[in-house]
């Protein structure tokens, strides 16, 4: 299993908006678990948004609701992230992750509950 690729990142305007996308090599890639988690300087790694294998579930953390939307494209391995109304907090490395090789009775939350990492794309959005 190889290691997830973003693309997408760059600098923006606030209210601007930027899609995020990561590939992911596997033929099970169908039954991963997907996150975008990013990461500010001086911070903690913080949970963006989850996604499960079909698609059907996700769940987003409370500062992106309503301005991000996690998807994926499975015939093409590829996760997505639209993000809306980028504010200047948004600024950070962010990073996509898989889970493989399990089943979880929720969408796993933690990043430790995801075995495979990006290197992540940066974002900065300016005032």
């Known amino acids: 299993q190889a290691q997830p690729v973003e693309s997408g990142g760059g600098s923006v305007q606030a209210g601007g908006s930027l899609r995020l996308s990561c590939t992911a090599s596997?033929?099970?890639?169908?039954?991963?678990?997907m996150g975008w988690f990013r990461q500010a300087p001086g911070k903690e790694r913080e949970r963006v948004a989850l996604?499960?294998?079909?698609?059907?579930?996700?769940a987003y953390g409370n500062s992106v609701k309503g301005r991000f939307t996690i998807s994926r494209d499975n015939t093409k391995n590829t996760l997505y992230l639209q993000m809306n109304n980028l504010q200047p907090d948004d600024t950070a490395m962010y990073y996509c992750a898989a889970s493989t090789g399990r089943i979880w009775s929720a969408l796993p939350s933690r990043p430790e509950s995801y075995n495979l990492w990006g290197q992540g794309t940066q974002v900065t959005v300016s005032s």
């Open positions: 996604i499960g294998p079909s698609g059907g579930d996700t």
């Open positions: 596997g033929s099970t890639y169908s039954t991963y678990y």
